[in-house]
């Protein structure tokens, strides 16, 4: 079981936007600006979307942003497109003990 | 431009120990800030963070694998080692590096470990 939850399935169509979330405790999520996104095509390694929340690195469209309330953190992706679709995974830091932690994954589909 | 590779043995039996190595090159791991971290991803599961080792050779582990894991580094190398004993199939998975200073900002392209006998 994986320490962050996340919905296991979202969809919606091109031009839409959708948000996923990220649910975990006052002990990583709630407690540290540490929350990073990553997009993962079939296949390939992860890349890094979102990082802090609700920074985007150099070249991820604008179209990603993140965001925090208490222990659960979003990531919104308007004006959905078809490349869009991948699965979509949290990461918090979550204390000296802890240290890292994932969430179990989305999957975003682009209907 | 950052790169990753991750290399070592695409089999193990139950029981051996697993040695993966990170060879990166476009920055040092002695900059302050800069960590290279080991993930891994059972096929069609969830990202699992394994270990991390930083610039000044602090080193985190999974609480849950810590006692079956060792990272180190060798900065004249660039190279990070991950070491993982009494291997199970229940290991068998994609065992990624990535650095690490904003989030896991580079990745390799992940090694496909398979445990069995």
């Known amino acids: 079981q994986s320490a962050l939850t996340q919905p296991p399935s979202a969809s919606g169509s091109p031009g839409q936007s959708v948000t996923i979330s990220c649910t975990g405790t006052?002990?990583?999520?709630?407690?540290?600006?540490?929350v990073s996104w990553y997009q993962q095509h079939p296949g390939k390694a992860p890349k890094l979307m979102i990082y802090?929340?609700?920074k985007r690195p150099s070249g991820v469209p604008d179209r990603f942003s993140g965001s925090k309330s208490g222990n659960t953190a979003s990531l919104t992706v308007s004006g959905l497109q078809a490349e869009d679709e991948a699965d979509y995974y949290c990461?918090?830091?979550?204390?000296?003990?802890?240290?890292?932690?994932f969430g179990g994954g989305t999957k975003l589909t682009v209907l | 431009q950052i790169t990753l590779k991750e290399s070592g043995p695409t089999l193990v039996k139950p029981t051996q120990t697993l040695t993966l190595t990170c060879t990166f090159s476009?920055?040092?791991?002695?900059?302050?800030?800069?960590?290279v971290g080991w993930i891994r991803q059972p096929p069609g599961k969830a990202l699992e963070w394994l270990a991390l080792?930083?610039?000044?050779?602090?080193?985190r582990y999974s609480p849950s694998l810590k006692s079956r894991l060792t990272i180190t580094k060798d900065t004249s190398k660039n190279q990070v080692v991950l070491t993982m004993t009494n291997m199970d199939p229940v290991d068998t998975a994609t065992y990624y590096c990535?650095?690490?200073?904003?989030?896991?900002?580079?990745w390799g392209q992940g090694t496909l470990v398979t445990v069995s006998s």
């Open positions: 476009g920055f040092s791991l002695s900059t302050s800030g800069v960590g």
């Open positions: 990535a650095h690490r200073l904003t989030g896991f900002d580079y």
């Open positions: 990461n918090s830091y979550a204390g000296s003990n802890n240290f890292e932690v």
């Open positions: 802090e929340v609700s």
């Open positions: 080792i930083y610039w000044d050779d602090d080193k």
């Open positions: 006052s002990s990583d999520v709630g407690g540290y600006n540490y």
